[in-house]
């Protein structure tokens, strides 16, 4: 008989470590409370158009890349859709502050070359800070998908010392600085507290070749359920967890709110801790350990607008873009004693056999939970005028700026819907609405690093709060989150056996615009 594990939340981290456990034996049920799956996969169709919610920009997936070899070995890589940006502009930043524009392009001298064509004198210091970032991504074994040999990792001094002063470390003009921390919207990046080591990671995915979902990333969820449940596991949207029973640090049972009864022998819980803190038995936990998850601070949220456009009135744009306002505040996105926004990234994402004109925009700007803190108590479909209106102040400060980047936007908008960070919590389910998870402090690295394992015996963590964030970091927990029930470095012995060979590739959509 299959050993059963029921995960609750069917978001990146749930779907994943249920494609894997169910591909290696166990019998997988997901338990998600949204309609839709996905979690930060989500999509919603609004105007015949699907937006996506989350997922906006994936590393990783370039052939060779870890998840693509991950999707080889889940038998879905010849099923993904992605697109590939501009090799020679992955993207392009611009600086209110002197209205200066910086390209950024990929490939390791590529970027280089790139940026000292700027910074002439510093093409020493960007050679030496792009070696030094793929050195510290060397020291983490999951990252190439290597089985690991020591229990306890040593690191360089480099690897925990703060992402700010690590760039300071190699380049010595402060705008270069600030533009190398374009993309700490994407990890949560704060001054003095982000560590190296997540710069670092981040910054090699994208110089390796960032993708797009081409048609939405809700497609991509669906493969990882379709995985399940050729398995013979099952996906259950509309299945919200009211309960888990707990008796002798063991989890017994799993309830939910349209009164299902659930037993397994693993539980893996790829919700935000303290989500899972209002449903588990109250001695399940020690109050110290309650406490902590408690206190852990999260990420900053955002506030997004979903543009549609009129057709054949702006072009796509095959790389993304960013705004900043001044140099300085590069580090401060997320503080509410700052005016908003600091800055947005823009994009137009792709259709299936995308043309030369982009039909939706998507621009997402960093926001402190703060903004909305007034609003708090208030849910879905039952918001107040008062908020209604501050959300559409945002929205047409947010245009404005847009405005600047592209001169005549607003006479391609068809149609905007809004989401804040109010949204983000109740569709994902995170504290505060927080966009990367657990911020993460390199000051007190064991606050904001989360084991998978537990003092539950048989319950087990995953998701983007318990290591690195995102498209990649989030399926590389999955993988640590399955070894703790299967054993230590099972599944990357099984992966890197199956895919030794792999010759499959993406769909990459990578046809000539119209």
């Known amino acids: 008989m299959k050993q059963r594990v029921l995960i609750i939340g069917g978001g990146l981290g749930g779907l994943f470590s249920g ?8 019998e997988v049920t997901v338990l998600e409370k949204n309609k839709i799956i996905g979690g930060g996969l989500q999509s919603f169709r609004m105007w015949d158009e699907d937006f996506d919610t989350g997922m906006h920009i994936i590393g990783g ?6 998840i693509y070899r991950l999707c080889s070995y889940l038998g879905i890589i010849d099923q993904v859709c992605v697109r590939d940006v501009d090799h020679d502009c992955t993207d392009r930043l611009y600086f209110a502050e002197d209205q200066r524009y910086y390209t950024i392009a990929e490939g390791k001298d590529t970027f280089v070359e790139t940026l000292a064509r700027q910074f002439p004198h510093e093409h020493d210091g960007l050679k030496a800070y792009v070696e030094a970032l793929f050195r ?3 020291e983490v074994d999951l990252f190439y998908l290597r089985p690991s040999k020591d229990l306890i990792p040593m690191h360089s001094a480099q690897f925990n010392m703060s992402a700010e002063a690590f760039i300071a470390q190699y380049i010595n003009d402060k705008k270069l600085r600030s533009v190398l921390a374009y993309m700490n919207p994407l990890y949560g990046g704060r001054t003095q507290q982000t560590p190296a080591y997540v710069h670092a990671i981040i910054s090699v995915l994208y110089i390796n070749g960032p993708s797009r979902f081409v048609g939405g990333s809700l497609r991509f969820a669906h493969l990882l359920a379709e995985t399940i449940q050729r398995h013979g596991g099952k996906v259950l949207g509309a299945t919200e967890v009211t309960h888990i029973g707990v008796t002798d640090r063991q989890v017994t049972c799993v309830e939910t709110a349209n009164g299902q009864h659930f037993e397994a022998e693993y539980y893996i819980s790829a919700i935000h801790p303290c989500a899972l803190l209002k449903v588990i038995d109250s001695d ?4 110290a350990y309650r406490t902590r998850l408690e206190a852990i601070p999260n990420s900053y949220s955002a506030f997004s607008l979903y543009v ?5 009135s702006f072009p796509y744009i095959n790389h993304s873009e960013y705004f900043m306002t001044r140099y300085a505040d590069i580090w401060q996105f997320g503080r509410d004693d700052k005016p908003w926004p600091l800055g947005f990234l ?5 259709n299936e056999g995308q043309g030369g004109f982009a039909s939706k925009v998507l621009v997402t700007a960093p926001m402190a939970f703060s903004q909305v ?15 209604r209106q501050w959300k559409e102040q945002q929205c047409n400060q947010l ?15 068809e149609a905007v819907n809004t989401a804040s960070p109010l949204t983000i919590r109740d569709f994902y389910g995170a504290k505060e609405g927080g966009i990367c998870g657990y911020s993460k402090d390199y000051n007190n690295l064991a606050l904001s690093q989360l084991p998978v394992v537990t003092k539950v015996s048989n319950l087990f963590l995953t998701g983007q709060n318990n290591n690195l964030h995102g498209f990649c970091g989030v399926p590389l927990t999955a993988i640590q989150t399955c070894e703790a029930i299967l054993g230590r470095n099972y599944v990357l012995n099984q992966l890197n056996h199956e895919t030794a060979n792999s010759t499959l590739s993406v769909p990459r959509n990578d046809a000539r615009l119209d």
Request: charged share 20%.
């Open 19 to 26: 494609a894997i456990l169910a591909k290696e034996g166990l």
């Open 61 to 66: 997936m370039r052939p060779g890349g870890n």
């Open 136 to 138: 510290l991504s060397e």
């Open 284 to 287: 399940a936990f020690t109050k």
């Open 308 to 312: 549609k456009l009129k057709p054949n």
């Open 346 to 350: 823009f994009m137009t994402p792709p």
């Open 373 to 387: 803190k007034a609003w708090e108590q208030t849910t879905i479909g039952h918001r107040t005028a008062d908020y």
């Open 399 to 413: 245009l404005a700026m847009v405005e600047v980047l592209h001169p005549g936007f607003s006479t391609c908008i």
